[in-house]
């Protein structure tokens, strides 16, 4: 089983980080409520290579995660594709 993650930033100024880390594990559904205070925090913080990276989210552009959690916030539209 693969339990690793990617996470890509897409910053406004055209720029991006991919970031590879491990499954955070835990419940479900308190996962979805920890990315639902992400959003809210106007910031995300990430460990990278035994260091504290703070991003404010006014910079991002969008953010790419996979593979998808299986719990979301309520707030997820989900079933979208993506049209060209």
Do not use: C, W
């Not at 897409?10 to 991919?18: C, I, N, P």
């Not at 409520?33 to 990276?53: F, G, H, M, S």
Request: hydrophobic share 40%.
């Amino acid at each position: 089983m693969n339990n690793k993650r990617l996470l890509t930033i897409y910053f406004m100024d055209g720029s991006e980080m991919s970031i590879n880390f491990p499954e955070q594990g835990g419940n479900p559904l308190l996962l979805a409520k920890r990315v639902q205070e992400a959003i809210e925090a106007n910031q995300i913080a990430i460990e990278v290579d035994e260091k504290l990276i703070v991003i404010p989210t006014n910079n991002i552009k969008y953010m790419h995660a996979s593979p998808m959690p299986d719990e979301l916030p309520e707030t997820v539209i989900r079933g979208g594709s993506l049209k060209n």
